[in-house]
Each structure stands twice: as structure tokens, then as C-alpha cells.
């Protein structure tokens, strides 16, 4: 007996390792070999292929078909995809069945209206049209094509022309449910439709309105200076017109509601108010704001009360810079539209601000400093101009 062992093949004996095909190649390359065996073509070869019978016996089985049978095959499919709820593949079988040339109108006509109500479903509102018109123009009496023509004229908001299709079709038809039920729905849309065009117009009238006479109320009050900067998207704006709240006009007393912001910059804070009557001064609207501590302040001692804060207002020439930013301090006794009147006060972005500084404390003298340095730099600057 050998006392040889068995002969272990090596990893290089074995040659090179084979990669593993995944499962989608495998697929893949299984579905293009397919497409080589006539039975499984998808799509048949171009040219004459004298070595393949197969391909050649299936040419000439395709070719044989006559087209109007080819037509209502793709018709029938078209109707089961239909039926299915894949209007899209429906509606490519009627539309490669329209393609076959044959002198059956009434299948024609069938293609026609079954696309129009794929393209229906789908939302494609002007084909829709288009192949109930071709309908119409081969058999102008069709009811169906008529139907699904006034269905597409209300989703195109074409109201009269929906009408006139029903009327048509039930000179057609006299006794089809459907077609009433869908005249009355477009007179009733078309109503509804105009109605609210009209309580637009209205309404856009109205603004116009208001708009002008408020325009004319600002314009009046010629000492009150905007900045520049628009925030609005409307065409022709005026400085104080933005896309957020703006100022009002009351028609009663004729005066300017303005919409103001109070500022807190040590906490960073602000309140908002939406209608500031230019004839209430700042204390009386003070007294509301501050009526009780702000949310954020000490509740126990707070420092932001009416007897214990100094108002100012923010300002700088029209275009400028930050650091051309001036502090004024405010009489709160004063009217908000004479404190807007005031020559130093700028109105940006069609909303009044102001700042609302604790007295005797450590903030505000920063803050004030602050403001005092911007103003000593902006003198020493103009000194040196002038000098040179």
C-alpha cells in the first residue's frame, strides 16, 4: 500500500477564482439572451436575416395581419390596462392602434374617444379635446366624445364651451341622464366661477381705493421722511407699502394706525404693535406695553416699568451706514405723529421702532456710550476734512 497522500490541489492548480454574478445579472444576462430566441423578441430585427426561418416566420405572421384586426387587438389590451387603472399604457395602445391605416370609422372613433378618457383621468385636458374633435370630424354624431369634450372644457375653467357640448349632445340624445346632470354642473360652476371673479374685482377695487386715499393721507403729512429701501413685491409701491403690516388710515378720525416696534436691546427682546394711533402718545401707549414686567424680566424687581425707562429712536441719513447711527432720546409725552414729524426720525421698511433703555443702569450707559463714540468719531472725521 502507498503510503502517498492524496494529491491536494492548490489554489493556483485550481486557476483563477470565477467571480459570483449577483441575482440582477443573472436576470440581465437570462433577458438578453432571450432576446435572441424569436419567440421571446420583444421587438423584431431590421433587414432580412436568411439564416434565422424563425424570425423570418414571424415577420410574415405580423405582416399578415390585417391592420384593422392589429387596431382592435391594441384596443382590446388599451381597454385592460384601462380597466386596471394604467392609463398611460392604455392609452400608448390606442394611439399604436390609430396608427394602422383602415377604412372602419367606427373603430376610429372608438380609439379616439377611449384615448380621450385615458387622457382624462390623466388630466391632459387639451388632448383631450384634440381626439374628441377627431371624433366629432368622423362621426360628428357622438355622444361620448361630446361628454368627455364638456368634462375636459370645466377643467379648463371654459365654461360656455362645456355648455355647448351638452347642448349638442342631447340634441343627440334627448334622454341621456349623464349629459344633463353635466350641463347643469357646468352652468352651476360657471356661476360659482363668475361670482367670485366679480367679489374680486370688487375686493381688488376696494384696495385700490383705500390705497389711494391712504396715500393721499401720507402725502399730506409731507414732514415725515422713509428710507429708501423697499420691502414689497408690489408694483409701484410706496416706502411704507410693504408685504407685512403697514400703515392704516381710519376713516372716522382720519388718522394714520401705524404699525410699531419696541426694542430691548439688552435682552434682545421686542414688542409689537399693530396699530398705533399717530394721535396717542407714547406714555398713554407705554402705560398698555408695560403694564405688567415683561415675561423675561425680574418679577420680583423689575426694571423695565413706566417710571423707570428712557424711550429713544434710532436714526441715520437716508442710505446710510451703520456706523452713521445716531441715539435721540424721545419726549413720551409727545403724540407719535409729532415724534414721527421730527426731521431725525426715518422710517425704515414703513415701520416705526423704538428703544427702550432702564435708567441708572449698567447697560444703558454702554448702549449710550456706544453711540456717543460712533458720534465723537464722525466729528473728529468731519475736523479732519475740513482742515485738509
Known sequence: MSSE???????????????????????????????????????L???????????????????????????ETLKSEGNLCFKRGQLGEAAKYYSTA?????????LQVTLFINRAAANLELQNYGQVLRDCSEALRLKPKTPKALFRAAKACIALEKFE???ECCKWGLGIDPDNKEMAKLQKQAQR??????????????????????RAIL???????????????????K??????????????????TGHLLWPVVFLYPETKESDYVQKFDE????????????????????????????????????????????????????????????????????????????VLLPRNDPFTRQFIAHYNKLSMTRKAATSIKTSS
Open 235 to 252: 408694483k409701484n409701491a410706496c416706502p411704507w407699502e410693504t408685504d407685512a403690516d403697514q400703515v392704516e388710515l381710519d376713516l372716522e
Open 98 to 106: 390609430l396608427d394602422y391605416d383602415h377604412d372602419n370609422k367606427e
Open 45 to 71: 430585427p431590421e433587414g432580412n436575416d436568411e439564416n434565422n426561418v424563425a424570425v423570418e416566420a414571424l415577420k410574415t405572421l405580423v405582416s399578415d395581419e390585417p391592420p384593422e384586426t392589429m387596431a
Open 189 to 210: 360652476t360657471k356661476e360659482n366661477y363668475e361670482r367670485k371673479i366679480k367679489e374680486h374685482e370688487t375686493r381688488e377695487k376696494e384696495k385700490a381705493t383705500k
Open 161 to 163: 364651451e362645456a355648455i
Open 5 to 43: 497522500k492524496p494529491h491536494e490541489q492548490t489554489s493556483a492548480a485550481m486557476g483563477p477564482e470565477v467571480p459570483r454574478v449577483g441575482t440582477a445579472e443573472r436576470i440581465e444576462k437570462l433577458e438578453k439572451e432571450l432576446e435572441n430566441i424569436p419567440l421571446f423578441m420583444t421587438e
Open 279 to 354: 394721535a396717542v402718545s407714547l406714555y398713554d401707549m407705554l402705560t398698555q406695553v408695560l403694564y405688567e414686567p415683561p415675561y423675561w424680566d425680574n418679577q420680583q424687581r423689575p426694571k423695565y416699568t413706566l417710571d423707570n425707562v428712557d424711550t429713544y429712536f434710532l436714526t441715520r441719513p437716508v442710505g446710510g451706514k451703520d456706523q452713521d447711527e445716531r441715539l435721540i432720546k424721545v419726549d413720551i409725552d409727545a403724540p407719535l405723529g409729532t415724534v414721527l414729524d421730527s426731521p431725525d426720525y426715518i422710517i425704515r421698511n414703513g415701520i416705526p421702532s423704538f
Open 215 to 233: 396715500r393721499q393721507a401720507v402725502l399730506i403729512r409731507n414732514k415725515l421722511t422713509f428710507d429708501s429701501p423697499q420691502n414689497s413685491s
